[in-house]
């Protein structure tokens, strides 16, 4: 328990926060008004046709207030959107999805199965660092599955340019346990008792680290159990010492809606907002999705990555393929590193602006100035030597 002088210092006590305040947040409807670019709002949750706004968001110009309406709804409306359609060529996932099925086959032959967030070891299937995973075993469906547009963009919309994806493949089975409501991370992934050490100004800042997201590789009816979601609740500042406590869970077991998806169709939301993974009640929906967890290029992803090994892969299919540049910049981000941060600056100095070249940076001036791939691969472990400390 933090003392009076802490807590008025700028620190939450979870024993200090009041559910009808909490309540009285997540009741208002009107904090969704004046958007523009939506198709419905449903449930208090916006939902997008990203194949109709396929054109704007290639635009420099035209994207901008898209994605200005979909940072206002992450951070100050519902903290949550439905991008639907954001594959309308559904083969990309459809060749992921056979592969990711191969090594979860692989992974449990090895070693009997994972471990999993809310589940028993073994009850349902998870593919830790499925990114990596994905592009090592086929850089091609990799390439046609992260050249995604929609996807890129509600990234840049929340986080920025230069972002680190990282990704998780989820399966679950028919009589699959739900969740309970909780946050993500940063904050969400640390007990209550670190989480109230950390001052106000830190439980404002997490969210803004990470975007939390969901691409369905099956229709996701409601029975197959969909990610149950508190619109509105990632405004309740002290809601990382919430989380935990059963009135705050019990009041969102009451209230929580959840959103039939199809697949292709993809969700985001702030990590601050509440939510769950909702139960597979059905009798034969095999329930899988790709968890992104992606993080600003100035905060830590959750998962380590070998990049460098992942580019290595990619970069001989990019150099092939008949993709336009907003398709292959959106692959190559979901790639490579962006940041040029931490590196050694003795070895590895600006040149030309700020900051040293960035792997990303790397990739695509070797892809324009048509390097083969012996160059590429040396050029990228000579930046790796540089950075070294």
């Not at 599955?145 to 679950?172: E, S």
């Not at 409501?181 to 803004?208: C, K, M, N």
């Amino acid at each position: 328990m933090l003392n009076r002088n802490n807590r008025e210092a700028g620190f939450f006590d979870a024993d200090e926060c009041n559910l009808r305040d909490f309540s009285d947040l997540v009741s208002r409807t009107d904090l969704n008004d004046g958007l523009e670019h939506t198709e419905t709002v449903a449930k208090n949750v916006p939902v997008y046709d990203a194949a109709a706004l396929d054109a704007a968001l290639r635009d420099p110009d035209a994207r901008l207030p898209v994605l200005s309406e979909w940072a206002h709804v992450l951070r100050d409306g519902a903290g949550v959107l439905v991008l639907r359609r954001a594959y309308t060529d559904t083969a990309p996932i459809d060749a992921a999805t056979k592969l990711y099925d191969r090594i979860i086959a692989d992974e449990k032959a090895a070693s009997g199965g994972g471990a999993d967030h809310f589940a028993t070891a073994g009850a349902n299937d998870r593919i830790w660092n499925a990114l990596q995973k994905l592009c090592e075993a086929d850089p091609e469906i990799f390439a046609r599955y992260f050249g995604n547009v929609a996807i890129a963009a509600i990234c840049d919309a929340w986080l920025g340019p230069n972002w680190q994806m990282t990704a998780q493949i989820n399966l679950v089975r028919p009589g699959g346990a739900a969740q309970q409501a909780h946050r993500d991370y940063h904050l969400g992934f640390q007990t209550a008792e670190i989480s109230a050490l950390y001052p106000a100004h830190v439980h404002d800042l997490t969210p803004a680290l990470t975007l939390q997201g969901a691409i369905a590789h099956t229709d996701m009816p409601i029975e197959s159990g969909p990610t149950k979601l508190l619109p509105f609740s990632q405004l309740y500042r002290p809601g990382y010492v919430a989380w935990r406590r059963q009135d705050f869970r019990d009041f969102f077991e009451a209230n929580h809606v959840q959103m039939p998806l199809a697949k292709g169709d993809a969700v985001f939301f702030n990590p601050a907002l509440f939510h769950a993974a909702g139960a597979n009640t059905s009798a034969d929906i095999q329930r899988m999705a790709n968890l992104l967890q992606v993080s600003s290029a100035f905060g830590r992803a959750m998962e380590s990555v070998d990049r460098t090994a992942m580019c290595r892969r990619l970069y001989p299919v990019l150099a092939s393929l008949d993709m336009d540049r907003a398709e292959r910049d959106a692959a190559i981000a979901s790639c490579a590193e962006g940041y040029s941060f931490p590196t050694n600056l003795d070895r590895d100095p600006p040149k030309g602006g700020l900051a040293p070249e960035t792997q990303a940076a790397l990739f695509r001036r070797a892809l324009d100035e048509g390097w083969t791939t012996g160059r590429f691969t040396e050029a990228l472990a000579a930046q790796d030597e540089r950075r070294l400390a």
